[in-house]
């Protein structure tokens, strides 16, 4: 089988030489510069580079341009999905296109989906559409979310008191971009959890709930945010099959977050992807399944190779957790209030950076990248989401000036 792998996504994470056969498979992966490091070594494969600066379907086809179709296109980020559906497309290649992309990328045709389906979503619109009809046109009135239709780690959303205040924000020339790239949300209280798993077939494999403390918005923001698995109920896992199946997603794996409120749970948003942080590790030690390699050989091999699952126990479940420094203005931070955590008997990882080792001044949740993160556990919940409260209630990051 011919196989071409956009790259971006490491392979000390996704362990493509343990799951694809390199001998038995023409394999070709295609990688912006700054990725090339990150590709296998040791196997019998074609490695082209692109120039990582333009769109990347174009690059990738230009790249690829003169060699035999492949059978089988694999993108395991989600910046990848759309660009892969779209060389799929133009190659005749089987698999996702853009149209099956879609639900899992841009957010009013996701929630449209989902409502569709009959299930809770936040009340929303295109931003377009808001502005022509004006604030009353909504069903909505109080607070109110802007987001980007494809984003990702709540990069690029504000909040505001009101609809009207926030039309009133983008008529003043609030936004970077087009209104044509963001939605207008209701904002739903309560606090969110997030559903990790993996599909065959439609079928799940293994399933995993875990609950933000903080969250993504306010880690955008510079504050810490991490998780905490708890019990899978069937009544959760239910609902989020239904969410699955309304936005198309039948194979591979998936990362959904929700609100609970008392009426339910609300949807908030998915991805065709598994989660960022720290999620790939925790929802390894919970079910013993190791997701980007678990997708990697599905795909090539079929639905059939399925991984062995385990079931934790209820003093099994595991965190994560990040500290932001992408908000400091500085390129080297100082830490303090953390050493009353750092040997708890919870911490199973933990990464700190010193005051002379650079952090990333975007957001990221990489553990290299960024003042402080970490996995704990096992342990139960309770336990667990304890530690998380004191860690973030504790710790303070400052500007640092380097070595």
Not at 136 to 155: C, F, N, Q, Y
Not at 221 to 231: F, L, N
Not at 293 to 303: K, N, P
Not at 325 to 350: M, N, Q
Request: hydrophobic share 40%; net charge negative.
């Amino acid at each position: 089988m011919r196989i071409l792998v956009l790259h971006r996504v490491p392979d000390s994470f996704v362990r493509y030489a343990e799951n694809i056969d390199h001998r038995a498979n023409d394999v070709t992966y295609v990688s912006a510069p700054d990725r090339l490091a990150t590709l296998p070594s040791g196997v019998p494969a074609r490695c082209i580079e692109r120039p990582g600066t333009g769109d990347t379907a174009t690059e990738v086809l230009t790249a690829v341009a003169g060699l035999p179709a492949p059978d089988l296109v694999i993108a395991l980020s989600e910046y990848d999905l759309l660009p892969a559906a779209r060389v799929r497309e133009a190659l005749g290649v089987p698999g996702a296109g853009e149209r099956e992309v879609l639900p899992t990328r841009d957010k009013v045709v996701m929630k449209s989906a989902i409502a569709s389906a009959g299930l809770r979503a936040p009340y929303f619109a295109a931003l377009p559409e808001a502005l022509a009809a004006g604030p009353a046109s909504l069903p909505w009135s109080g607070r109110t979310v802007l987001k980007p239709l494809a984003g990702a780690s709540s990069e690029g959303i504000t909040t505001y008191g009101t609809v009207a205040d926030a039309l009133a924000a983008v008529r003043g020339g609030l936004l970077t971009a087009s209104p044509d790239a963001f939605e207008i949300e209701e904002f739903v209280e309560g606090p969110i959890i997030h559903v990790d798993g993996l599909l065959a077939a439609g079928e799940p494999v293994a399933v995993q709930s875990s609950r933000y403390v903080g969250t993504c918005l306010g880690y955008a923001e510079g504050r810490p945010v991490g998780s905490v698995q708890t019990g899978t109920d069937p009544e959760v896992v239910d609902w989020t099959l239904r969410c699955l199946r309304a936005v198309g997603i039948h194979d591979g794996p998936f990362h959904l977050e929700a609100i609970e409120t008392a009426g339910g749970l609300v949807f908030l948003e998915v991805g065709a992807r598994f989660g960022g942080a720290d999620v790939v590790d925790t929802f390894e030690l919970a079910t013993g399944v190791h997701m980007p390699s678990a997708q990697v050989r599905l795909l090539v091999e079929g639905a059939g190779h399925r991984p062995r699952v385990r079931t934790p126990g209820p003093g099994e479940r595991y965190g994560w957790f990040v500290v932001p420094g992408h908000t400091l203005g500085s390129a080297y931070c100082r830490i303090s209030g953390e050493k009353a955590f750092r040997h708890d008997p919870v911490v199973r990882r933990w990464v700190q950076r010193a005051e002379h080792e650079p952090i990333k001044n975007v957001i990221t949740y990489a553990d290299s990248d960024v003042p402080l993160a970490g996995v704990i556990g096992p342990a139960p919940a309770a336990v667990l989401e304890n530690f998380l409260t004191g860690l973030f209630a504790s710790v303070t990051v400052e500007p640092g000036y380097g070595p």
